[in-house]
């Protein structure tokens, strides 16, 4: 089966710029996560969708920050306006069940630097 | 926030030798996770082990879990190059929710 899917894989772009990411998770999973990874930590969810309903976004930072996934398939991450703070990798994931503590699959992530 | 600690944060080993990573976190758990990130690239699951669960096998891996002393470790033997990478433990807390709260990573360098 095809993998998490995320594009683009690199971005840079200047302080106070807007920035979306895109992301294409396993077909048939309904649950979908996004990360920050800052280098040399480990992930940190910013989002998590079941279907196309946010179940957790309490460590998003709302106020530059948006997601959305549209028809329960496919989902965009936002950022506007970056801060140099936000540098980092940005990855996708999704698994299938809730309530069954499944393996979650990573996409190759996105890597944002902000200049 | 992290919920576990990785230990220790780096660690070399020759080629063939086993290599043994902690994971200490602080909260009780429905299960632990262990993925591994090649430099990069995406993480990959490894292991799942349930929190009534005290040992696991898969292949080359061995995962001891502790829960009185809220601890998990993670064992490679036989390491080979291939297996250069951060490893990351992974807790679930709340039960039917699936978010996971990563730890800080062991970065694993295999010398040949």
């Known amino acids: 089966e095809a993998g998490v899917a995320q594009s683009p894989r690199y971005k840079i772009i200047e302080k106070r710029q807007s920035v979306a990411f895109w992301c294409n998770p396993i077909?048939?999973?309904?649950?979908l996560y996004w990360y920050q990874q800052i280098l040399g930590q480990g992930p940190k969810l910013l989002i998590q969708?079941?279907?196309?309903?946010?179940?957790?976004d309490s460590q998003l930072p709302k106020d530059r920050f948006s997601a959305e996934r549209l028809k329960g398939v496919d989902s965009t991450l936002k950022i506007q306006p970056a801060k140099l703070e936000d540098s980092a990798v940005y990855l996708c994931?999704?698994?299938?069940?809730?309530?069954?503590?499944?393996?979650?699959?990573f996409g190759p992530g996105t890597r944002l630097t902000v200049t | 926030s992290q919920q576990g600690e990785e230990d220790p944060q780096a660690l070399s080993i020759q080629e063939g030798e086993n290599a043994t990573m902690n994971c200490s976190y602080k909260?009780?758990?429905?299960?632990l996770q262990w993925y591994r990130q090649n430099s990069g690239r995406g993480l990959v699951h490894l292991i799942l082990?349930?929190?009534?669960?005290r040992e696991k096998h898969s292949g080359r891996l061995r995962v001891t879990l502790d829960t009185s002393k809220k601890s998990s470790s993670l064992l490679i033997t036989a390491s080979r190059a291939a297996d250069t990478a951060s490893y990351f433990c992974?807790?679930?807390?709340?039960?039917?929710?699936?978010?996971?709260?990563f730890g800080q990573g062991t970065r694993l360098t295999i010398n040949p």
């Open positions: 994931a999704s698994n299938h069940l809730r309530g069954v503590p499944y393996e979650q699959y």
């Open positions: 077909s048939g999973h309904a649950t």
């Open positions: 969708f079941q279907n196309n309903g946010v179940v957790d």
């Open positions: 909260t009780s758990i429905n299960n």
């Open positions: 082990i349930r929190s009534n669960e």
């Open positions: 992974a807790t679930d807390r709340v039960r039917g929710a699936q978010k996971l709260v």
